[in-house]
């Protein structure tokens, strides 16, 4: 079984930080995390990709969050980051978090699985 799990979600006043976190596990083989994205859904609003990293350390993020968030891996532990600074009541919204597993399959074979999370809660108010 292939699975992600967001934390570290909750309410905080407007200018405050949060740190959300993405643990991967792999039930029957070694892993790592090969690239990992994390989307943000508002109520009434379509998902939004706001912090994409890939296995290099190469990161990408849109304006409305550019300078405020900031996303990392853990590869030992295989765990993903988004460190959250300055937050708005904009930035309310559930976090998901999407991660490339690459699974050790056999000698020298990968597997590679898409997994999403359930989703960790964020408020923030004015």
């Known amino acids: 079984q292939v699975q992600v799990a967001e934390s570290g979600g909750g309410s905080v006043q407007a200018g405050g930080s949060l740190t959300l976190s993405c643990a991967a596990s792999?039930?029957?083989?070694?892993?790592?995390?090969?690239?990992m994205g994390w989307y943000r859904q508002a109520p009434g609003k379509q998902r939004e990709l706001v912090a994409q990293?890939?296995?290099?350390?190469?990161?990408a993020y849109p304006d409305s969050v550019k300078d405020r968030f900031t996303i990392s891996i853990d590869n030992a532990k295989n765990i993903g980051y988004l460190q959250m600074n300055g937050l708005e009541p904009e930035d309310t919204a559930v976090y998901y978090c999407?991660?490339?597993?690459?699974?050790?399959?056999?000698?020298?074979?990968?597997?590679?699985?898409?997994?999403w999370g359930q989703g960790t809660r964020v408020t923030v108010s004015s």
């Open positions: 990293i890939d296995k290099a350390g190469t990161t």
């Open positions: 999407n991660a490339d597993i690459w699974v050790h399959h056999g000698s020298s074979g990968i597997d590679q699985f898409d997994s």
């Open positions: 792999v039930s029957w083989s070694t892993f790592f995390i090969n690239a």
